[in-house]
């Protein structure tokens, strides 16, 4: 099979291309998310340590835009559950200082205490299974022609805000067509926009090894593994 070329995909997306977005809960529970290195699986494995699935959802929520204020109806909304259960595991989450809950008139808005010394390994935790992880691996889960794959940025390094591209490096022989068609639909349901970098092995190792700076930067910086890891990434560059 021929190689492809490089290519990058960013916000403006595809001419007339249009995403149907789901509510972040229903997809994470619909979605199979057995991690290949996490001793958790999903949801249910989250649920074990978390109080109840809709917490493990909605701390998945708060960990991708953790600046990000919510009303109480956007996260019933964006978790699939009910308001009662919502309504529930807010209040506890909002006991152990997770979460703060701010009245606006009638209406009430909640946020996460990006300053509680549990959150950020939380975050890191959530992003790497339920939240992005698990579920960008079962996109590649049965694909051949993929070498690498792995989320780099700002959410990588757990700095996500409401504006933060989710940042994508797939090293191998799908065309850059190919990966957006699979994932850009997963990240506008994540509510953040796409930025692809796509390119074949023989680019990746090339401009690896001539230390190219951007190459360079993204090697070097925090990923999230969705196939290969560190050890696969030295042997491509050896």
């Known amino acids: 099979m021929a190689r492809r070329a490089a290519g990058g995909y960013s916000r403006t997306g595809w001419v007339g291309e249009r995403h149907d977005s789901?509510?972040?809960?229903?997809?994470?529970?619909?979605?199979?998310?057995?991690?290949?290195?996490?001793?958790?699986?999903?949801?249910?494995?989250?649920?074990?340590?978390?109080?109840?699935?809709?917490?493990?959802?909605?701390?998945?929520?708060?960990?991708?835009?953790?600046?990000r204020v919510f009303f109480q109806k956007e996260l019933v909304d964006l978790s699939g559950s009910s308001l009662y259960l919502v309504q529930r595991e807010l209040k506890r989450l909002?006991?152990?200082?997770?979460?703060?809950?701010?009245?606006?008139?009638?209406?009430?808005?909640?946020?996460?205490?990006?300053?509680?010394?549990a959150f950020?390994?939380?975050?890191?935790?959530?992003?790497?299974?339920?939240?992005?992880?698990?579920?960008?691996?079962?996109?590649?889960?049965?694909?051949?022609?993929?070498?690498?794959?792995?989320?780099?940025?700002?959410?990588?390094?757990?700095?996500?805000?409401?504006?933060?591209?989710?940042?994508?490096?797939?090293v191998g022989d799908l065309s850059l067509r190919e990966v957006a068609e699979r994932v850009v639909p997963l990240t506008r349901d994540l509510g953040h926009e796409p930025n692809l970098v796509v390119m074949d092995l023989e680019t990746f190792r090339s401009r690896g090894r001539a230390g190219e700076?951007?190459?360079?930067?993204?090697?070097?910086?925090?990923?999230?593994?969705?196939?290969?890891d560190e050890e696969k990434l030295a042997a491509v560059l050896g």
């Open 94 to 117: 909002e006991r152990i200082g997770l979460v703060q809950r701010m009245p606006r008139g009638r209406q009430v808005e909640y946020a996460v205490r990006r300053e509680h010394p």
């Open 22 to 67: 789901r509510r972040l809960g229903r997809a994470i529970i619909d979605t199979n998310m057995v991690g290949l290195k996490t001793s958790n699986v999903g949801v249910e494995g989250l649920a074990a340590i978390f109080a109840t699935r809709t917490t493990a959802v909605l701390l998945a929520i708060f960990s991708l835009d953790p600046d």
């Open 213 to 228: 700076g951007f190459i360079t930067s993204v090697i070097g910086g925090p990923k999230i593994w969705v196939v290969g």
């Open 120 to 170: 950020p390994g939380l975050q890191d935790a959530l992003l790497r299974t339920v939240a992005l992880g698990d579920r960008l691996r079962s996109l590649f889960a049965a694909t051949e022609c993929v070498d690498l794959v792995f989320v780099f940025g700002s959410v990588a390094a757990g700095q996500t805000s409401a504006s933060s591209d989710l940042d994508v490096m797939v």
